[in-house]
């Protein structure tokens, strides 16, 4: 007699992909429309260990702003998020700030350098009060441009994230899981 299976819903789905055939052909026509060559600069990256900290917009925002610009040093994800949370109020029930809201902390009070406001990624850490200083280098670094994002306007991700990173523009992607 086989083995009874039970299903503890811990097992993964069998992964099964369905692509359009026509995205190939939409891919293609977006790549020939705008044939351009762009290298992403590669540096060497402080990626930090977030642990259980929701802290995951301001890390990926920091590390947007250090890739755009490439005179910026390490920035403090700490910083943005100390700010947008604590200083503004904006963060959900569990401590999560929203894209949006990120975005808007960087237009407002920018992000500072990573030596002026380098906490441990720890609840403790993450209510530390940045110092003067790292508030004035936060505001030197404002992120002025407008609008500060957009939203996929083509048919392809993929493409429109090209075109992002060819106009020097960076590429944040929101998901829950």
Known sequence: MPEEVIATGLAKKAMVA?????AAYARESEISANPGYHEIRVQPSLTPNQGNLPCC????????LETVNASNPA???LFHYHVTRYDHGLSDSEGFISIDD???TIRANGICRLDLHDPAFTDSGMAVIPSSQAYSDGRARAWLRAPHY?????????AWARS???NDLPVVIGFRL
Not at 57 to 64: F, G, I, Y
Not at 150 to 158: G, N
């Open 57 to 64: 917009v301001s890390c990926s925002l920091a590390a947007a």
């Open 18 to 22: 369905y692509v359009s055939a026509a």
């Open 75 to 77: 920035l403090s994800a």
């Open 150 to 158: 957009r939203t996929p306007d083509s048919l392809s991700r993929a």
């Open 102 to 104: 990120g975005f808007n």
């Open 164 to 166: 992002q990173i060819l």
